[in-house]
């Protein structure tokens, strides 16, 4: 079912780092995406993996949230590796059969490339889609984007966007799954048959999603009208963002952690 | 008069895509005044112009012509406009459609935010906000993930953390069950009464008309009718006229009053009591002794469906949408489903045709030839689907090809009937749903939304199903649109389909359903006639169903006759106004 994806949802769990400052969040966000890039060496990789681990545990997301989390993902971390592991032609030769060649180097990358997949996603659900709320990460881009209002670069209104096409996933979700039985109770199919068959199935399902999504827009516009939003001038918030001393705790702790990731690259790399 | 609202000779059409100005006036001259802390409905039928008229009085829409005042403020200029906007809250039909915040608070907060309110007054707000409305426990959940009743008190929440003077409610009760529309009419009039807000509701129901101070009629854009639910309701004539219905306990009462050759005034449905008053003496006063209801017996059919031990989870065995759930369905009778929101009755049909597969137990449908199906077995699923309908609620959004005949045509396709037949029973089914043959060419995303009802249930219908199980195929219909539903229904009954049908409306469950089955927390606790679901009213509202208002009236006049006739001996209710009345004369002549 559509609703057992966790990818992108929020589970409150209460933990120190539901609560820590969403800006700080997305910055150290943004420290690992980069850091997971960096990573080439095996050492480094247990390293990322340890920290990793340290994350979940902090955040403490149960673990059927994160399998459930991953398993969208796994496919294509399977496919990224078969590509690598195929392709890369460098090395010591281990097996091969026609013209598929195996290499030592070839595997070691494409297990590389793989984890780095499932690494990313990890880091992403971990510090920003499951312990913050898409408001609060909408929040959190306005606030760190707001000096290029200046340039007359409309943040609030990106950050409002945003926050609305998240708090409306579930919702579509739901309604794909309605829209989806109802097309299957006249005979539709999405999953066997000719796979002009099965695009047919889907069409049926997305043209009325489309449709009724323009009118859930139409709806909710009047309905923001309604409550008075004119824009980001202004307006006050409920929960302003405030930085404690637990946050540049947790963000100091975080932020070392990634150091020590970069340098066991840059010692192993050498 | 302390006037809230003041619409004078307004005027109003909507523009089409290009900006041409549509022939039709959905407002046409329209006239009214709402006085202040007053608590006031709006009926009439689809099209009629009563959302747009709520939406020109929050100036949501500018009127072509004629005047607006709201609490004595004009809206001439765009900050008149905030102004009025902030006086008026607004709660929409659909409650996924108006919630922007993801979290509760944060949506709630959304109003005052936009108000530019500051801390700490905009906590208190949307604190008191959310005790008033009883979500203050839910504050930090997921928006999405509330129900339908959660999500229209938490639109009311949002709506009162602006501090309005005014609160319209837009069908905001249409998609709620009987039990989450009284909590929310409670809070709503609590409000009134307490903060003296000003209720405006538009409504399809009538008996939450009947609770209003007052009503107004809209027809063809502009007020037909007003006065006290008593004076509108002593005009049976004109309230069907308007395509509206009169409130059961009103019928009742005027089937009572023919029977007697007596008229009904204004004061003889002043409140609640008075009507149970009225009703007792045109009881007493007939002289003619009318003809007993003979309801012809129906033979019980051959068993068609059966669910044997039939449990089912979304989250492995944690929480069970279903639990051992045993239910036979005869050949050619109508079964309700009925049940509060979240009672498991969606999952229940889904299963009716291998949409949903049993987790543990079995439903089988037994065949004309002697065979069975079971949805349990894979091979099987494409046969029953083809021999169980099923139409959701709200079929209308699953519409989606160019024109309604290749959407009617779209099942039957899959099923892979033959090409010359396709044309003929595309017409049938269309006929039989009551779409008009001219429709048939347009596209679908044209038709009104009564039509596209009609579409989706012809969509289902033109692969004949044997079984034909519909989730509350009324739902959100004006009252003429519900009776001609169930009109349908009955003809498609009598053409001997076997009917399934989801509903909330406990009234027409007893009228329509040959027997009633109820669904709690995922268990069946009650099954049997209406008679006997809700002849003891105690158990009835232990199995979490709300009594028919007719039901709960009639039985209200039956006390008051044992204790004016001593040894009256009273046959039990019947669903159907006239017959109960017919009922109720004659036990009394009899004693």
Known sequence: MLSDISLGRYVDTGSVLHRTDPRLKVILYMVYLISVFIVNSPPALLVLFVLTVIQLVTAKVPLDVMWSTLKPVLPLALFIFVINVFTIKQGEVLWSWRFLTVTDVGTTRAILMALRIIFLILCTSVLLTLTTTPLKIADALESLLSPLKVLHVPVHEASMMMSIALRFIPTLIEETEKIMKAQESRGANYDTGSFINRLKGYVAVLIPLFVSSFKRAEDLAVAMDARCYKGGKNRTKLNPLKITKTDVAVFILFLAGAAVLIATEVYFAR | ?591
Request: aromatic residues 6%.
């Open chain 2, 1 to 591: 008069m302390d006037c809230a609202v003041q619409v004078k000779n307004v005027v109003f059409s909507y523009k089409n895509e290009e900006g041409e100005v549509t022939p039709d006036k959905a407002l046409n001259g329209i006239s009214l005044d709402i006085k202040a802390g007053s608590y006031c409905a709006v009926l009439g039928p689809n099209g009629s112009g009563k959302s747009t008229l709520a939406k020109i009085i929050d100036v949501l829409e500018f009127p072509d012509e004629g005047d607006v005042a709201v609490l004595g403020v004009v809206p001439s200029d765009e900050d008149k406009c905030y102004e009025i906007r902030q006086n008026c809250a607004y709660v929409f039909q659909n409650p996924d459609n108006q919630i922007v915040g993801t979290i509760v608070e944060e949506d709630v907060a959304f109003g005052p935010e936009n108000l530019g309110v500051p801390l700490p007054e905009l906590r208190e707000r949307v604190d008191a906000a959310l005790k008033y409305t009883g979500l203050y426990e839910l504050k930090d959940r997921e928006a999405a993930t509330l129900s339908g009743g959660q999500k229209q008190k938490l639109a009311i929440a949002g709506a009162l953390a602006m501090n309005p003077k005014i609160l319209i409610l837009d069908e905001s009760t249409a998609m709620l069950d009987p039990v989450s529309r009284d909590e929310f009419l409670n809070i709503v009039e609590d409000l009134n009464r307490d903060k003296g807000i000003t209720v405006i509701t538009i409504t399809h129901d009538m008996n939450e008309a009947a609770r209003c101070e007052k009503i107004f009629v809209v027809e063809n854009g502009s007020v037909t009718m007003e006065g006290t639910p008593a004076y509108i309701f002593s005009h049976p004539d004109a309230v069907k006229k308007a395509g509206l219905d009169l409130p059961q306990d009103i019928d009742l009462i005027y089937e009572l009053a023919e029977l007697s050759d007596s008229s009904v005034d204004e004061e003889d449905l002043y409140d609640d009591s008075s009507k149970v008053r009225t009703a007792v003496r045109l009881a007493s006063k007939a002289v003619d002794m009318p003809k007993q209801t003979h309801y012809d017996k129906r033979e019980q059919g051959r068993k068609i469906l059966q669910i044997t031990d039939l449990s089912y989870s979304y989250d492995s065995g944690k929480h069970y949408a279903l639990e051992h759930i045993d239910l036979e369905v005869y050949d050619g009778e109508i079964l309700a489903v009925v049940g509060k929101s979240g009672c498991g009755k969606t999952t229940l049909i889904s299963h009716l045709n291998g949409i949903v597969r049993p987790q543990t137990g079995d439903v089988t449908l037994f065949r004309e030839d002697g065979t069975d199906l079971s949805t349990t077995r894979k091979k099987d699923i494409a046969a029953i689907r083809s021999s169980v309908g099923l139409v959701f609620q709200y079929p209308e959004y699953q519409l989606f090809e160019e024109t309604v005949e290749k959407d009617i045509a779209y099942g039957l396709i899959n099923m892979g009937a033959a090409e010359d037949n396709i044309s003929v029973r595309v017409k049938e089914a269309a006929r039989i749903a009551g779409l008009s043959e001219d429709v048939l060419g347009k596209s679908p995303f044209e038709l009104s939304g009564g039509q596209k009802r009609r579409a989706a249930l012809a969509g289902v219908l033109v692969m004949k199903p044997k079984v034909l199980v519909l989730d509350e195929p009324a739902a959100g219909l004006d009252p003429k649109g519900r009776r001609d539903m169930f009109e349908t229904i009955k003809a498609l009954r009598d053409a001997g389909t076997t009917i399934i049908i989801v509903s909330h409306n406990m009234d027409e469950a007893a009228r329509f359903a040959d027997r009633i089955v109820c669904l709690k927390e995922g268990k069946k606790v009650a099954q049997g006639t209406a008679s006997e679901l809700f002849e003891d009213e105690k158990k009835a509202r232990e199995c979490g169903l709300s009594m028919p208002v007719l039901y709960d009236f009639s039985s209200k006049i039956r006390n008051e006759l044992s204790k004016l006739h001593p040894g009256i001996s009273l046959m039990p209710p019947l669903p159907f106004c006239g017959d109960e009345a017919r009922s109720i004369v004659r036990s009394v002549l009899s004693c």
